[in-house]
C-alpha cells in the first residue's frame, strides 16, 4: 500500500519570504499527486495535481509543485507568501488497483503553515 | 453552484446513540468517500463508494457503516458511536478518484 509523508509538522515563515513544503510518497506505479489546503474551520480546496507530463505543475494562489520520480518527492513552493497563506496544507497520492479493484485516496499528515508579520 | 453539503456541522452526542451524518454532493460525481481528521493522522479514509450501491472499506471503517442507494447521497452511520470516535469528518466527492475531490465543510463530532 502506498503511503505520503510530510516531515514538517508545522513551519513558520516571514510574510514575502518564499516557501516549499516537502511530501514523499512510496508507491509502486505512477502515482496521481495532490496539494490541498485547509483553511481554518473549512474544508480541503484543491491547490494542484500532477497526473503525468510536465514535471513542474502550477496551481492556484501562485503555488507550484515539482514531481521528481528519482526521490519520490512532490514538493510545493511559492516565491512570496502572503499572511492569508497561513492554512494548513496536505499532500495526497491516488491509488488505483486494476487487480484489487480499489481506489483510493491516500493523506500525509499535513503541514501547517504559520506567516510572521 | 457546485459542492458538497454535510448536515449538521456540529454534534455532541452520548455513547451508544446511533448518528447519521448525511453527505450530498449535487456534481454527479460516481465516487465519494468519508475521511476523518485527526491531529497529527492527517485524513483517514473511512469507506469509498466507486457507484451506486458499489461501497468499501478505507483505512479505519470499525465502528462506521455507509450506504450509496442515490448518486448524490452517501450518508455516514455510526451505529453505536464511542468516544474514539470523536473527530472532524469529511465527505468528498469526485468525478473518479484520481481525479480533484470537492469537500464538504465538516462536521465536527464530539462523543461523550
Known amino acids: 500500500a502506498q503511503s505520503v509523508t510530510q516531515p514538517d509538522i508545522h513551519i513558520t515563515v516571514s510574510e514575502g519570504a518564499s516557501l516549499e513544503l516537502r511530501c514523499n510518497y512510496s508507491?509502486?506505479?505512477?502515482?496521481?499527486l495532490f496539494w490541498y489546503v485547509q483553511s481554518p474551520g473549512q474544508g480541503l480546496q484543491l491547490l494542484l495535481k500532477?497526473?503525468?507530463?510536465?514535471?513542474l505543475v502550477q496551481g492556484i494562489k501562485g503555488f507550484e509543485a515539482e514531481f521528481k520520480r528519482s526521490q519520490s518527492s512532490f514538493n510545493l513552493r511559492k516565491p512570496s507568501v502572503h499572511w492569508s497563506d497561513a492554512a494548513e496544507y496536505f499532500c495526497?497520492?491516488?491509488?488505483?488497483?486494476?487487480?484489487?479493484?480499489?481506489?483510493?485516496?491516500?493523506f500525509g499528515q499535513g503541514t501547517r503553515l504559520t506567516i510572521n508579520p | 453552484e457546485a459542492q458538497v453539503t454535510q448536515n449538521p456541522r456540529y454534534l455532541i452526542t452520548v455513547t451508544g446513540k446511533k448518528l447519521t451524518v448525511t453527505c450530498s454532493q449535487n456534481?454527479?460525481?460516481?465516487?465519494m468517500s468519508w475521511y476523518r481528521q485527526d491531529p497529527g493522522l492527517g485524513l483517514r479514509q473511512i469507506y469509498y463508494?466507486?457507484?451506486?450501491?458499489?461501497?468499501d472499506k478505507g483505512d479505519v471503517p470499525e465502528g462506521y457503516k455507509v450506504s450509496r442507494k442515490e448518486k448524490r447521497n452517501f450518508p455516514l452511520i455510526l451505529e453505536s458511536p464511542s468516544p474514539n470516535q470523536t473527530s472532524l469528518y469529511f465527505c468528498?466527492?469526485?468525478?473518479?478518484?484520481?481525479?480533484?475531490?470537492?469537500f464538504g465543510q465538516g462536521t465536527r463530532l464530539t462523543v461523550v
Open positions: 456534481m454527479n460525481h460516481e465516487y
Open positions: 495526497a497520492v491516488g491509488e488505483s488497483s486494476i487487480i484489487q479493484g480499489a481506489q483510493k485516496l491516500v
Open positions: 468528498a466527492s469526485s468525478l473518479r478518484v484520481n481525479t480533484e475531490a470537492f
Open positions: 500532477y497526473f503525468s507530463g510536465d514535471t
Open positions: 463508494s466507486m457507484n451506486v450501491e458499489v461501497t
Open positions: 508507491y509502486g506505479a505512477t502515482p496521481y
